[in-house]
């Protein structure tokens, strides 16, 4: 028998139901399942969710607290938080049309549902704010990263979008304040090879071998102390910014990973971002043939010395 296909459900707040497949086993209830499975909720939590109509069954109907387990179904179920910290920053609209979003976003904003955040996200925010259902982020940023992200509106022209970032046929340019070093010959394009490291998974290192992380590094302006750096990547590897000014011994103003990784912040400290901003993006639309060009209006703060 043919499993239905996934279901086309409503918006919960600016939150798209996540579908859950139900393998055979031990379990008697619903309940029980969600409980063992996604212990992160309570099951005082998921039995709250199920009175008030938010796990669905294959069909799309709201399943009782004393619902039976079904294997080989698909369950859905609203991702909601019910004490989520609020971030006090807030993005803005940079370009809008049929086919696309780009919006401006601010540091310590996650661009997508992740761990403790789902509301404080750019992606509820903006799908909230615009009432399109269908957003999709065609790359992404860090959370500590402020800058553009682009969103494609049409699911069937999604992949072409992404296309050009996974092609890299996108000009991206960053902004970071970081350490002067003088004895730098810039501008420079700094070529090495990053992996993870196997003893800190969110640190990348550099390692021997054949480079496959490049960026063009150049100054706009420098003190004595900092400078304004304007990178440009030609490669998209992860934290490569991060990592790669960290190993030139130019770590990014603000930033707890690198060159040593601190522990995460309960609240973070709202008055010493990282200082790193995605300036601009620039390519030629798969779609229209046009050229795109787009930049953010923010601007990293330099800091002036006593």
Not at 30 to 39: G, K, S, T, Y
Not at 96 to 113: C, E, S, W, Y
Not at 182 to 196: A, F, G, I, K
């Amino acid at each position: 028998m043919t499993r239905p296909g996934k279901l086309a459900l409503p918006l919960l707040d600016g939150v798209a139901a996540s579908a859950l497949h139900c393998p055979p086993g031990p379990w008697t209830s619903v309940i029980d399942f969600l409980a063992e499975r996604l212990p992160r909720v309570e099951r005082v939590d998921w039995l709250a969710r199920m009175e008030r109509g938010e796990v669905l069954s294959e069909e799309g109907q709201a399943l009782a607290p004393n619902a039976p387990y079904r294997a080989n179904q698909r369950l859905y179920y609203y991702r909601l938080l019910a004490a989520e910290p609020v971030i006090p920053f807030e993005e803005s609209i940079v370009f809008q049309d049929d086919l696309l979003l780009i919006a401006d976003k601010p540091h310590f904003l996650p661009v997508t549902p992740k761990g403790r955040y789902v509301q404080q996200t750019l992606l509820t925010r903006l799908v909230k704010r615009t009432g399109i259902a269908t957003l999709s982020p065609i790359h992404r940023i860090d959370r500590e990263t402020a800058g553009l992200v682009a969103f494609a509106i049409r699911p069937e022209t999604r992949d072409a979008y992404q296309a050009l970032f996974r092609d890299r046929a996108v000009a991206k340019a960053y902004e970071a304040i970081a350490p002067w070093r003088p004895d730098l010959q810039l501008p420079m394009l700094y070529r090495s090879r990053l992996e993870e490291r196997e003893d800190a998974f969110m640190q990348m290192h550099q390692v021997p071998g054949e480079p496959n992380a490049e960026t063009h590094i150049s100054v706009i302006e420098h003190d004595a102390q900092v400078a304004r750096y304007l990178l440009a990547p030609l490669s998209g590897r992860k934290h490569q910014l991060r990592a790669q000014m960290s190993a030139l011994g130019l770590p990014i103003l603000g930033d707890r990973i690198y060159p040593t990784l601190l522990p995460e912040e309960t609240t973070p400290d709202y008055r010493a971002p990282l200082q790193l901003l995605a300036r601009t993006l620039a390519f030629t639309d798969p779609i229209t043939g046009s050229r795109r060009h787009f930049e953010s209006s923010q601007r990293l703060v330099f800091p002036t010395s006593d």
